[in-house]
């Protein structure tokens, strides 16, 4: 399984800017997608995940209305979009998949990418 992240880099605040994540080596329709980040010192925190369809999206509460994420299946691409961006967005941000729901009721995942570097300078 691979989960290709990119899109990260650095923008000032206030800026949006949007991750993909490029997924291979599973059934992707079966899988939830979701984002996590970290900052290092800190705790991974997770930061919005989406379900096989797309019908469900979940966002943690510091990026409730300023991202959103989506998915397209036949592209096996998930993708956040972050806007409005603030410094304490910065951080690597993990793209990841679950067979099942443990993205949202575990915070946790079967699946890693690499993580993207978001810079976000005030």
């Known amino acids: 399984v691979q989960l290709q992240a990119s899109g990260g880099g650095e923008v000032q605040a206030g800026a949006s800017m949007t991750l993909s994540c490029a997924a291979s080596g599973l059934a992707f329709n079966n899988h939830v997608m979701g984002w996590f980040r970290q900052v290092p010192g800190k705790e991974r925190e997770f930061v919005a995940a989406?379900?096989?369809?797309?019908?469900?999206?979940y966002f943690s509460d510091s990026v409730k209305g300023r991202f959103t994420i989506s998915r397209d299946n036949e592209k096996r691409t998930a993708y956040l979009q972050m806007n409005s961006l603030k410094a304490e967005d910065t951080a690597v941000y993990y793209c990841?998949?679950?067979?099942?729901?443990?993205?949202?009721?575990?915070?946790?995942?079967?699946?890693w990418g690499k993580g993207t570097q978001v810079t976000v300078s005030s």
């Open positions: 989406i379900n096989w369809n797309g019908a469900n999206k």
């Open positions: 990841v998949a679950d067979p099942s729901p443990a993205i949202v009721t575990k915070r946790s995942a079967m699946y």
